[in-house]
C-alpha cells in the first residue's frame, strides 16, 4: 500500500493559498479543512491552505511527510441511518513550523491571494503577553506571532486596504474575533508599530465571531485498517468525527463574496448574535466534556463512548445539565430540554473513539470558560452551589495531582499550573499542609481562575469535603454520594 503523500496522490489540485490556519491538529482538520474542502468541491472557492504551527511543543513531522494530505472519517446518524463518510483532503498546500522556519512564515505575509485567518489555540490561546517582543523570532503567544505577520504584511503591500484579512478564531472564548482584535492593536501599542498599521487593522482587517460544534474523536486506531483500505494509501493522519458539524459566524455579510459557504449544505451560518447560541452550547455540550473528563477518568475510563456505559457517570453528567446547567439558561424549557438530550445522544456514538485525556488539555481554563459562569449563576438563582459541578472542580484538583491509583496521567496544561499542582499536593502528601489548605491555595491561585475561587461562598469548604470523601472512601463511593443527593 503507497503511502499518503503528493507523489502518490498525483491527481492532487495545486491550490492558491488564501488561508493560513494556525493550528493543524485533529479538530482543525475535521471541521475546518474539510469544510474548505467541500466548499472547493462545489463552487468555486478554489482555496489551498497553510497551515501553521502555533506552539512550540511538537514539530508536525507526520504533516509535512504528507505533504498536508490526510482523510477526515465522518460518522453517525442522518434520518435514523448510521452513515459513514470518508474524505481525502488536499487544500492543505504549505506546513510552517515559525519556530524552525521563521523566514518561511513571514513570507506567506507577502502571497496576495492570501485572505483568511482561522485559528483554534483553545481558551488559553488568545492571550497577550507583555513580555512578547516584536523581534523575539518568534514571539511566544499566537497573537504577538500574528501581530508580526500582519505588520510584514502592511509593509509589504504599502498599506494596501484590499491586502487586509478576514479573520475567524475558532478557539471557544466569547467574542473570540474582537478578543483577538484587541491583542493584536495591544501588541501594536506596545511594539510602537505606528498609526497607520492600527488604522490599517480597524479599517481593512475584518475579525468574525465565530462558535463552532462538532465531536472529533482522533486517529481512528480501531478502524484504520479498513479506512486505509478504502483510501489504498497507508494515512497516519486519519482524524475521525461525528456527521454534525455546526459553524456559526457572527459579522458583516462582506463574508459572502469571498468565502461562499451559503452555496452549499454544509450547517455554515452567518448570524446577527452569537451570545445566546454560544452560552447554550458552552454551557451545554462543552460543560458536559469538561465535567467529565476528571470524573470518568478517576472511574477508570478512558474513552467518551464508554463514560456513557457508565451508569455513575452517566447519572453525574445527567444531574450537571439536567439540573444545573438547564436552570441556569434563558431558553424555551423545550428547546433547551432537547440540546442537552441531543448531547447525551452525540456522546454515545458507537463510532467515535473520543479519548478522555484528549478533551482534557488545558482543563483548568476550560473549567473557568465553560463551567464556573454556571456555578455562579445557579448560586445566585438558588441560593446553593450546584453540588456536580462542585464536585467536578473537587474532582479536577484530584486529577491534576497527575497520578491516580499509582498510574501517571499525561496532563496538558501550561508548566507552570501543572508544576504549581503538583507542587501543592506533594506538601499535602508530605504532611506540611492540610486538606483545607491546599484548597484554599489552589482555589485562591488566580493565575489558575483568573480570581481567588475562595470568595464564592461555600465553595472553599464544599471542594475540602469532597477531596476528603475522595480520600477517605475512594472516588467510585464519593461519586455515589453526589449522585444520591
Aim: proline residues 4%; glycine residues 4%.
Amino acid at each position: 500500500m503507497k503511502v499518503l503523500n503528493s507523489s502518490a496522490f498525483q491527481s492532487r489540485k495545486s491550490l492558491p493559498i488564501k488561508v493560513m490556519q494556525f493550528g493543524g491538529g485533529n479538530f482543525l482538520r475535521a471541521f475546518v479543512d474539510i469544510s474548505i474542502q467541500k466548499i472547493n468541491s462545489a463552487t468555486n472557492f478554489n482555496a489551498g491552505v497553510a497551515v501553521v504551527k502555533p506552539t512550540e511543543r511538537g514539530d508536525y513531522k507526520a504533516l509535512k511527510s504528507q505533504d498536508g494530505l490526510f482523510s477526515v472519517n465522518l460518522e453517525g446518524y442522518a434520518n435514523d441511518k448510521f452513515v459513514q463518510e470518508l474524505t481525502l483532503v488536499d487544500c492543505v498546500q504549505k506546513v510552517v513550523n515559525p519556530y524552525t522556519e521563521w523566514d518561511a512564515y513571514l513570507s506567506l505575509a507577502k502571497l496576495p491571494d492570501l485572505r483568511f485567518i482561522i485559528s483554534n489555540t483553545t481558551e488559553a490561546g488568545i492571550v497577550f503577553n507583555a513580555d512578547d517582543a516584536f523581534d523575539s523570532n518568534p514571539p511566544k503567544e499566537f497573537p504577538a506571532k500574528l501581530t508580526v505577520w500582519l505588520f510584514h504584511r502592511f509593509k509589504h503591500f504599502k498599506g494596501d486596504a484590499d491586502k487586509g484579512c478576514m479573520f475567524l478564531p475558532v478557539e471557544l472564548i466569547e467574542k473570540n474575533g474582537e478578543a483577538l482584535k484587541d491583542c493584536i492593536l495591544q501588541y501594536a501599542q506596545q511594539w510602537h508599530l505606528g498609526k497607520a498599521f492600527k488604522y490599517w487593522i480597524v479599517h481593512s482587517c475584518t475579525f468574525y465571531n465565530t462558535l463552532v460544534d462538532r465531536i472529533v474523536s482522533g486517529y481512528p486506531k480501531d478502524k484504520i485498517e479498513q479506512i486505509e483500505a478504502k483510501l489504498d494509501y497507508t494515512d497516519q493522519l486519519a482524524v475521525t468525527g461525528e456527521l454534525y458539524h455546526s459553524w456559526l459566524i457572527e459579522g458583516p455579510e462582506d463574508i459572502l463574496a469571498e468565502f461562499p459557504f451559503h452555496k452549499t449544505d454544509l450547517n455554515i451560518e452567518l448570524v446577527t448574535d452569537l451570545d445566546s447560541y454560544r452560552n447554550l452550547k458552552v454551557r451545554i455540550l462543552n460543560g458536559a466534556h469538561t465535567s467529565m473528563v476528571p470524573v470518568a477518568y478517576l472511574l477508570g475510563q478512558r474513552l467518551v463512548k464508554d463514560a456513557m456505559d457508565n451508569v455513575l457517570v452517566v447519572n453525574f453528567i445527567k444531574g450537571v445539565l439536567m439540573n444545573e446547567v438547564l436552570p441556569t439558561l434563558d431558553f424555551p424549557k423545550d428547546y433547551k430540554q432537547q440540546f442537552a438530550n441531543d448531547v447525551l445522544t452525540r456522546f454515545k456514538n458507537p463510532a467515535l473513539e473520543h479519548q478522555l485525556i484528549s478533551i482534557a488539555l488545558n482543563s483548568t481554563s476550560k473549567f473557568v470558560t465553560r463551567l464556573l459562569p454556571t456555578l455562579k449563576d445557579y448560586l445566585e438563582i438558588k441560593g446553593s452551589l450546584p453540588a456536580n459541578i462542585t464536585f467536578a472542580l473537587s474532582a479536577l484538583i484530584r486529577f491534576y495531582e497527575g497520578n491516580f491509583n499509582n498510574e501517571k496521567i499525561d496532563l496538558n496544561d501550561k508548566s507552570s499550573i501543572l508544576e504549581y499542582f503538583s507542587n501543592t499536593w506533594q506538601q499535602f502528601r508530605e504532611n506540611n499542609i492540610d486538606l483545607n489548605t491546599l484548597t484554599s491555595q489552589i482555589l485562591g491561585n488566580t493565575d489558575i481562575w483568573n480570581e481567588d475561587l475562595n470568595q464564592i461562598s461555600g465553595l472553599t469548604s464544599n471542594v475540602t469535603h469532597n477531596l476528603s470523601n475522595i480520600e477517605q472512601y475512594g472516588f467510585e463511593e464519593a461519586i455515589n454520594l453526589i449522585n444520591q443527593k
